[in-house]
T-cell receptor
C-alpha cells in the first residue's frame, strides 16, 4: 500500500506568479483535502475534492483552486501569489463515508512554498 | 466556527510520562485526532478517538476524552527522545474537514 505523495518538495516563486502543487492519494482513497500550514501554526483547511468536484471550502480566496483527476490524484493551483502564501501545503487523502463525511485523513510530506 | 486550543510547549524528562491537553468548542465533533509532526515533515497520525468513547489505549499512547468539558488529552508513557516533536490535536465535526490546534512542542530532555 503506497502512502500519500506530494510534489515538488520545495518551491520558490516570486510575488504575482502562479504555482501548481500535486498530490497522489493513498491507494484505496477517493477523497483529497488540502491544508495550508503557516510557520508556527496549525494547518488550515483550504478545500476538499471528492468525485472530481469541490466538496467544501475553507476561508481562502478564489485564487486558490484545485482539481481532482479520475485516478483520485489532485492539484492545488494558486494564482497571483502573495508573500503571505509562503507556507507548507499539505495534502491528505481519505475514504468517503455516508452522509457527506470523510474517514480518517492521512497526510503527505507537504510542499514547502516560499514566495519572494 | 470550530476552535481548538492547546498549550504551546511541554518539556519532559526522558522516561517520564508526557500529558498534552487540548480543548475544543464544536459540540458536533465526531472524531478527535492526535497527529505528530517532526521538523520539516508532514503530519503523522498517532491515534484517534470516537466521540462516544472516554478512553483509548494504544501501546504507549492513552487518549482521554471528556465530552462534557470538551477536553481531550494525550498521554505518552515512558517518553523517549524520538518523541520530541510538535503534537496537533484536531477535531472533525459533522462534515469533511479537520480543525487543528496550534500545536504543542514537546521537548524531551535527557
Amino acid at each position: 500500500e503506497t502512502g500519500v505523495t506530494q510534489s515538488p518538495t520545495h518551491l520558490i516563486k516570486t510575488r504575482g506568479q502562479q504555482v501548481t502543487l500535486r498530490c497522489s492519494s493513498q491507494s484505496g482513497h477517493n477523497t483529497v483535502s488540502w491544508y495550508q500550514q503557516a510557520l508556527g501554526q496549525g494547518p488550515q483547511f483550504i478545500f476538499q475534492y471528492y468525485r472530481e468536484e469541490e466538496n467544501g471550502r475553507g476561508n481562502f480566496p478564489p485564487r486558490f483552486s484545485g482539481l481532482q483527476f479520475p485516478n483520485y490524484s489532485s492539484e492545488l493551483n494558486v494564482n497571483a501569489l502573495e508573500l503571505d502564501d509562503s507556507a507548507l501545503y499539505l495534502c491528505a487523502s481519505s475514504q468517503d463515508l455516508a452522509g457527506g463525511r470523510t474517514d480518517t485523513q492521512y497526510f503527505g510530506p507537504g510542499t514547502r512554498l516560499t514566495v519572494l | 466556527g470550530e476552535d481548538v486550543e492547546q498549550s504551546l510547549f511541554l518539556s519532559v524528562r526522558e522516561g517520564d510520562s508526557s500529558v498534552i491537553n487540548c480543548t475544543y468548542t464544536d459540540s458536533s465533533s465526531t472524531y478527535l485526532y492526535w497527529y505528530k509532526q517532526e521538523p520539516g515533515a508532514g503530519l503523522q497520525l498517532l491515534t484517534y478517538i470516537f466521540s462516544n468513547m472516554d478512553m483509548k489505549q494504544d501501546q504507549r499512547l492513552t487518549v482521554l476524552l471528556n465530552k462534557k468539558d470538551k477536553h481531550l488529552s494525550l498521554r505518552i508513557a515512558d517518553t523517549q527522545t524520538g518523541d520530541s516533536a510538535i503534537y496537533f490535536c484536531a477535531e472533525m465535526g459533522d462534515d469533511y474537514k479537520l480543525s487543528f490546534g496550534a500545536g504543542t512542542t514537546v521537548t524531551v530532555r535527557a
